[in-house]
């Protein structure tokens, strides 16, 4: 959208009387200084170059520059104007940045093709070989791409000459479009191939083999250079850009190369200690030792039991939860209750501690 209040003359640096030759010259000069071509990665320019572009596309419209000479905007009350900045690019530049706007029948580099790959936090660990299948446009093998039927080959399109291009003067413009009646390449098929339908790419499945190193991170892309859609025009392929996504695990969380889990003990393996055998990412069973009066929240490392590569070794984590047992029969009741009155309170430092503080603090 056009913004309102802006000087466009002083934006071209002209006067309000510069005729249409003089919004040409000027247009042209400061396009050449602030292209961002001839300005890579500097905003400044960039939004500058916006700004010439726009006052360009009204001024040089004698029915927008006269609204906008009257009214100080192109948008006011019943005066409708929206045409996006790609529009207006598209416009100046068909017109005046020739070598900007390329044939479209120049050769051209295919599309790239992305995919996303999900694999299990255990595939990660261990590093995995993985085989699917990817669907991508090659080069007609019947017709070598042309799109003709054999023994036959394209014609010259006769309203383009080959370009692939029309020119149209409309008033001071001249408007350079894309050829309807070839779609711009230039040529036209009058037999078309058989398999290909003229078009002189058919679809194919292919099979990609990845072998995935172990400890990936998720949001890995692997590029696989020309293994995208066939090119145009004899253009290179496009390339084959792969994802990596890491499916979430029950057990397992990942950290880097850590592995991070919750393993529940009884209460009677929390209090007297023991070694417990768990699971790695793996599935591997490796033992973990648990201290004796281990509480629930504690974390025990189990060294070099995490992911790792060829560089980097992570550990596992575990975070123990003491899990209070259940529906207790008769006889584990009686047991726990005598068991409770040869304690006392002085095996619980903690709640020992905590009702200290209680006291002291109703007391106050
Ligand atoms: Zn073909
Ligand atoms: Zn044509």
Known sequence: MVRKNKDYYDILKIDRDATQTDIKKAFHKLTRKFHPDRNPGNA?????????????????????????????????????????????FEDIFGDFFGARRQSPNRPRKGSDLHFKLLLTLPEVAAGVEKEFEISKLINCDICD?????????PETCPICHGSGQVKKQTGLFSLTTT???????????TEPCEKCHGGGKVRVNKKIKLRIPRGIMEGTRIRYASEG????????????????????????????????????????????????????????????DVPKGTQTGDIIRVSGEGLSNEYEHGDLYVSIFVETPTKLNKTQQALLKQFAEVSGIKIHPRTNSFWKKVKKFISK
Do not use: Q, W
């Open 44 to 88: 400044e320019a960039e939004e500058k170059f916006k700004e010439i572009s726009e006052a360009y596309s009204i001024l040089s419209d004698p029915e927008k520059r006269s609204r906008y000479d009257t009214f100080g905007s192109t948008s006011g009350p019943g005066m409708g104007f929206d045409m996006g900045f790609g529009d207006i």
């Open 145 to 153: 791409g042309s799109g003709a039927k054999a023994g036959t080959s």
């Open 179 to 189: 050829c309807i009646k070839c779609g711009g390449s230039g040529v036209i098929i």
């Open 229 to 288: 859609d066939a090119g145009f025009n004899g253009g290179p392929p496009g390339d084959l850009y792969i994802a990596i996504f890491i499916e979430e695990h029950e057990i397992f969380k990942r950290r880097d190369y850590d592995i991070f889990c919750e393993i529940p003990i009884t209460f009677i393996e929390a209090a007297l200690g023991t070694e417990i055998e768990i699971p790695n990412v793996l599935g591997k069973i490796v033992k973990m």
